[in-house]
C-alpha cells in the first residue's frame, strides 16, 4: 500500500492505496466521485477524462500514485456556485447528449480545448474530440455545443 | 493488473541503482503503451520506476544544427513548442498526431522509442532525421537502436535521456492512420539533408526501416514524380486484418510522395 496525497477539485485528499490502483477507481471507488465514468477501459473511449495538472488524460491509463501531489479535476468540480460551468449548459442547450455516458468525458476534453484557443474551428473541435466516443449523438450537437461555449466565453 | 512496488525516484542515477536492484523492473513514463499492455497482464513487472519528472529527462533545445529533445517530454509538449516548430516542424506535426489529445499529454517521446511498437510514429523521425539516442551511459545511432519488433539495442537498466534530430533543410511525415486506433498502418518521413535525403518507413513492416531506393531517387530529383514506379519490396512487410503486404507496399509509395509534396 501507498499513501497518496492530491488536490481533487480544490479540496485535499489522501488515500491508502495498491500501486496498481488507477486513477479512475481512485476517484470513483475511493473518493466516490462517479461522475468520471470508465467505458472501455483501455484508453480509447474517453469516458474517464478528467484533469491532471490542467491537463486532459485517461483516468483508466495512468495510476494513483502518478497523481500523488497532482491538482486533479473531475466533471464534480466544473461547476461553481450552484451555476453549471459554461460548457455543461451549452452541451444542455445544444442537445449535446443522449444517454449521457459519454458526456464527463467530452466536458472535460472540451474545457482543456477551450483553455488552449478561445476560438476553435469546426474541424479543431473534432479532431481535438478524436479519444472521446459517442455512441448515441453522432457528434454533431456535440460539436455545435462546444463552438457555442466558446462563444459564450468570448464574449 | 498485478501489483507491484512503485518507485519515485529524485535523479537519473537513483532510478538507474532502482532498476538495477529490482527482479524485473520496468521504467513508467507516459505509461499509454505500459499500463494498457500491464492491464491485459501482457506485463507483469515486479517493480515500477517512474521517471516522467525527471528533472534530467525535460528541456528542448538546438545545439549546432541539430534539436535535442528530452526523453520525458510529452508528445503535446513537442506539438506545442515553438523552438520544435522552428527547427524541425515536421517533427511538431508528427507528434500532433500521435493517438489522441490524451495520450499526447501524457505519452513522452523516450517511452515511444523504447517501445519500438512497429506502427509507432516517431521512430520514423528519429531515423530519417538521423537521430541519435542520449542514454545514461552512451549515445546509440538510430538505425544500430531499432532492432526489432519492440526490441531495442537498450540494455535493461539503461535509460534514455534525450533524442538530439538533425535539423534538415526539409522534411514532412505523412501516415496512413488507422482510423480507430491512430496508429500508423504506413507512415513515411521524408528528410533532405545536406549529406542526402532520408527515407523513413514506420507501421509497413516489424522494424523502422529506410526506403533507400526512393532516397536515390530523391537526391536525383526532389520531386514526387521522381517516385513513380519506385517501390519497396512487399516480401518483408506486414499482413495483418488491416492491410496485405501489398497494399503497405503500395502505401508506401503513396505516403512517400504525399510527404515529398508537402515538403514544398
Same mark, same amino acid.
Given at each position: 500500500?501507498?499513501? =497518496? ?24 471507488? @475511493? ?7 470508465? *467505458? ?14 490542467? @491537463?486532459? =488524460?485517461?483516468?483508466?491509463?495512468? /495510476? #494513483?500514485?502518478?497523481?500523488?501531489? #497532482?491538482?486533479? @479535476? ?16 451549452? !452541451? ?8 449521457? !455516458? ?32 459517442? +455512441? ?16 459564450? *466565453? +468570448?464574449? | ?37 500491464? %492491464? ?8 515500477? =520506476? ?15 544544427? &541539430? ?17 520544435? @516548430?522552428?527547427?524541425?516542424?515536421? /517533427? ?10 490524451? $495520450? &499526447? ?31 545514461? &551511459? ?26 538530439? !534530430?538533425?535539423?534538415?533543410? +526539409? #522534411? ?10 491512430? !496508429?500508423? $498502418?504506413?507512415?513515411?518521413? =521524408?528528410?533532405?539533408? %545536406?549529406?542526402?535525403? +532520408? ?27 521522381? /517516385? ?12 495483418? /486484418? ?5 497494399? &503497405? ?6 505516403? #512517400? ?8
Amino acid at each position: 500500500m501507498a499513501t =497518496v496525497s492530491m488536490r481533487v477539485n480544490g479540496k485535499a485528499v489522501s488515500a491508502d492505496v495498491e500501486p496498481a490502483t488507477l486513477l479512475a477507481e481512485l476517484l470513483r471507488e @475511493k473518493l466516490g466521485l462517479t461522475g468520471t465514468h470508465v *467505458g472501455c477501459d483501455t484508453s480509447q473511449c474517453g469516458a474517464c477524462v478528467v484533469h491532471v495538472g490542467g @491537463k486532459s =488524460v485517461k483516468s483508466c491509463t495512468m /495510476l #494513483a500514485v502518478e497523481a500523488d501531489g #497532482a491538482e486533479v @479535476k473531475t466533471i464534480e468540480g466544473l461547476a461553481e456556485n450552484g451555476q453549471l460551468h459554461p460548457v455543461q449548459e451549452a !452541451f444542455r442547450e445544444h442537445h449535446g447528449l443522449q444517454c449521457g !455516458f459519454c458526456t464527463p468525458g467530452m466536458i472535460m476534453s472540451a474545457v482543456d480545448l477551450l483553455a488552449r484557443t478561445s476560438d476553435p474551428s469546426e474541424r479543431e473541435i473534432r479532431d481535438w474530440l478524436e479519444g472521446n466516443l459517442c +455512441r448515441c449523438t453522432g457528434y454533431h450537437n456535440i460539436v455545435k455545443a462546444v463552438q457555442a461555449a466558446a462563444r459564450a *466565453g +468570448r464574449e | 493488473m498485478q501489483n507491484f512496488a512503485f518507485h519515485r525516484p529524485k535523479s537519473l542515477s537513483e532510478a538507474v541503482s532502482a532498476l538495477k536492484q529490482a527482479d524485473e523492473g520496468k521504467l513508467l513514463s507516459g505509461g499509454q503503451s505500459l499500463i494498457p499492455v500491464m %492491464k491485459l497482464n501482457l506485463a507483469a513487472p515486479s517493480d515500477l =520506476v517512474c521517471i516522467s519528472s525527471l528533472d534530467e529527462l525535460r528541456g528542448i533545445r538546438t545545439e549546432a544544427g &541539430r534539436l535535442i529533445i528530452g526523453a520525458a517530454t510529452t508528445h503535446g509538449e513537442v506539438d506545442a513548442s515553438a523552438e520544435v @516548430k522552428t527547427a524541425i516542424p515536421a /517533427l511538431a506535426d508528427l507528434a500532433a498526431g500521435i493517438g489522441d489529445p490524451q $495520450v &499526447r499529454n501524457r505519452g513522452t517521446l523516450g517511452g515511444s522509442i523504447a517501445h519500438n511498437d512497429p506502427a509507432a510514429d516517431y521512430p520514423a523521425a528519429v531515423v530519417a532525421l538521423d537521430g541519435e539516442i542520449a542514454t545514461d &551511459r552512451r549515445t546509440i545511432k538510430a538505425e544500430a537502436f531499432f532492432s526489432g519488433m519492440f526490441e531495442t539495442a537498450l540494455d535493461d537498466d539503461e535509460i534514455i535521456v534525450a533524442v538530439s !534530430f538533425a535539423v534538415p533543410d +526539409r #522534411a514532412a511525415y505523412a501516415k496512413f492512420p488507422n482510423p480507430a486506433s491512430r !496508429f500508423a $498502418v504506413v507512415g513515411v518521413m =521524408v528528410a533532405q539533408h %545536406k549529406s542526402g535525403t +532520408r527515407v523513413a518507413v514506420v507501421g509497413a513492416g516489424a522494424n523502422v526501416f529506410r526506403a533507400t531506393d526512393m532516397e536515390k531517387a530523391l537526391d536525383g530529383s526532389f520531386d514526387p514524380s521522381a /517516385l513513380d514506379g519506385v517501390a519497396v519490396s512487399a516480401d518483408e512487410l506486414t499482413t495483418d /486484418l488491416q492491410a496485405s503486404a501489398q497494399y &503497405r507496399a503500395h502505401l508506401v509509395t503513396v505516403m #512517400a510522395k504525399r510527404a515529398v509534396a508537402a515538403c514544398g
